[in-house]
């Protein structure tokens, strides 16, 4: 009999790790990081990229 409270830590555990917020629609996905940290983490790069001496 699988305690319950390890299926939902198991669910919990897949949560960005920028903000920590959970990532339901990306659960099957190899991402770590939410759409929208996704998308500021790969602005920030273009700029840092395109600023730097
Ligand atoms: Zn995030």
Do not use: W
């Amino acid at each position: 009999m699988t305690p319950i409270t390890t299926f939902f830590r198991n669910l919990e555990s897949k949560c960005c790790a920028a903000c920590g917020q959970t990532m339901v629609e990306q659960a099957e996905s190899y991402m770590t990081e939410c759409f929208a940290c996704q998308e500021k983490a790969t602005h920030d790069a273009y700029l840092y990229y395109h600023t730097k001496k």
